[in-house]
């Protein structure tokens, strides 16, 4: 066992089908998939996809693919009113296809007072279910309770929970925050912090578009060296390639899906650079 663990999302895939999905994320040399389950990134979906029967149903594909499940994405507004039942149906479908992370956004900073709320009510579960509830910057350019990592840091010791950490993705606060550098920040979030996204995206005038690793504007060098300070971390590869920011930051998926192909360079090109960079993340 490697120290550390890295998957690839299910988002570059948006709009192919389960199978193909994982038998093309083993071929490309993955060992771990992370499930995306987040509005606006991948095909809609309601809560029925996270009844037992569909969490049976995966994890017995994710089994047969040979891929390991450590985390899954399923991001939602942890201050909307029915985010505990939400939230905990999907902590239920996370645990049973084998993940012990699941990330989210946190809230809107309006729905602060309804978040502490909501987390009271997940962490104890999140203990009962042996599971972490890892809480992402978004990317959209909103007023977030968790907009940089000196939020994500200071809620992470005010809950002084070992269920609730972050997942930074320096790509989301190039978008969100594009006057912060997005590497610092990333570093600064990484005491706090159960996992982490590696994406790359470049800015234009039209937005933002996301890149294969070391081929946007996130500094790479830097983020790896200083991952590699933090051997156990375990890391995803993000890359929602059918979609794009504009230059608003809101999240623009294109009609088709990408081309398996394509998909497939830009991921195997990437976790090229994640193992050169953190050698002992190379197996699983």
Request: charged share 20%.
């Amino acid at each position: 066992m490697s120290a550390r663990t890295v998957s690839v999302s299910t988002a570059p895939y948006d709009g192919h089908p389960l199978p193909v999905v994982l038998d093309s994320l083993a071929a490309c040399g993955a060992t771990h998939v992370e499930p995306a389950f987040i509005v606006g990134y991948t095909e809609p979906f309601d809560e029925t996809a996270f009844a037992p029967a569909e969490a049976d149903r995966y994890r017995r594909a994710i089994e047969a693919s040979g891929l390991g499940c450590l985390v899954m994405s399923s991001h939602i507004d942890l201050g909307n009113t029915d985010a505990v039942d939400v939230f905990a149906g999907r902590m239920g479908f996370a645990r049973d296809i084998g993940a012990s992370t699941i990330l989210t956004n946190a809230a809107r900073r309006q729905h602060s007072a309804a978040f502490e709320e909501t987390l009271a009510a997940l962490l104890p579960l999140a203990e009962e279910r042996d599971l972490i509830i890892a809480l992402e910057n978004p990317g959209d350019g909103s007023d977030n309770l968790f907009n940089l990592a000196a939020d994500g840091v200071a809620m992470v010791e005010r809950f002084a929970s070992p269920r609730l950490r972050l997942n930074y993705d320096a790509a989301n606060t190039a978008s969100h925050r594009p006057t912060v550098n997005a590497t610092t920040d990333a570093i600064a979030a990484l005491p706090a912090s159960a996992h982490m996204h590696l994406k790359d995206v470049r800015r234009t005038a039209e937005g933002w578009f996301f890149q294969p690793l070391g081929r946007g504007d996130i500094d790479m060098p830097r983020l790896f060296a200083a991952l590699a300070r933090h051997r156990h971390l375990p890391v995803s590869l993000e890359l929602p390639l059918r979609l794009h920011r504009g230059p608003d930051a809101q999240p623009i998926r294109q009609a088709a899906p990408v081309a398996l192909e394509t998909i497939e360079q830009a991921i195997a090109t990437s976790l090229a650079l994640i193992h050169q960079s953190l050698p002992t993340s190379a197996v699983r």
